[in-house]
């Protein structure tokens, strides 16, 4: 079965600082014959569904702030904010959909204010 | 703009039954794998089950196979989750969410229904 880990469980960061979440798959989530990461990163704020930042570990969804980036590739993945902003507080999802339906998610890492 | 609207939810007793509904508008259905993901109340995610958008390949969690249907009506831009045998553990929200293909991200979800199991 594919387990999806991220670290920390839970992080307090100060205003305009930057946060990291990071994300390990039990087995490499990159498909050789394209090449690509099946790797995304979700948003969830409370009271609201999840909400897609990044697709392929790395791709930025329309309409997401630049200060959201992903990186890394197999199985190690990392969710950086570069500034964080107070409208970032939030629980963040890994999820990879390298293999057969249904996808597998992380178990989140929720985000605050210090 | 994307909508996906879920009903259905509710109180039931366990070993009971439930039949969600998600109402999609906004873009091609039929184009669309679709997916139900669950949260149990201060919880992770999990998906429970998908369907492709021909409705010729459905999959489900080890969790909820046997137990679950998924279905859709590409004529109506509905999907199903059809619930039986339902236990303590399946109270959660249920969100569906759409994907582009079976192996793609979530790129948009609805709002959620929550059912709860409960005697």
């Known amino acids: 079965d594919f387990v999806m880990t991220q670290s920390p469980d839970s992080l307090a960061v100060s205003l305009g600082e930057r946060a990291t979440i990071n994300c390990k798959s039990s087995q490499s989530v990159l498909y050789s014959s394209n090449n690509k990461n099946y790797l995304a990163w979700y948003q969830q704020k409370p009271g609201q569904p999840p909400k897609l930042l990044i697709y392929w570990a790395s791709t930025r969804e329309s309409g997401v702030p630049d200060r959201f980036s992903g990186s890394g590739s197999g199985t190690d993945f990392t969710l950086t904010i570069s500034s964080l902003q107070a409208e970032d507080v939030a629980v963040y999802y890994c999820q990879q959909y390298y293999t057969t339906p249904p996808s597998t998610f992380g178990q989140g890492t929720k985000l605050e204010i210090k | 703009e994307v909508q996906l609207l879920e009903s259905g939810g509710g109180l039931v007793q366990p070993g009971g039954s439930l039949r969600l509904s998600c109402a999609a508008s906004?873009?091609?259905?039929?184009?669309?794998?679709m997916n139900w993901v669950r949260q149990a109340p201060g919880k992770g995610l999990e998906c429970v089950s998908a369907i492709s958008g021909s409705a010729g390949s459905t999959y489900y969690a080890d969790s909820v196979r046997g137990r679950f249907t998924i279905s859709r009506d590409n004529s109506k831009d509905m999907v199903y989750l059809q619930m039986n045998s339902l236990r303590a553990e399946d109270t959660a929200v249920y969100y569906c969410a759409k994907a582009l293909g079976l192996r793609i991200n979530f790129d948009s979800w609805g709002q959620g229904a929550l059912v709860t199991v409960s005697s």
């Open positions: 906004g873009f091609t259905f039929n184009n669309y794998a």
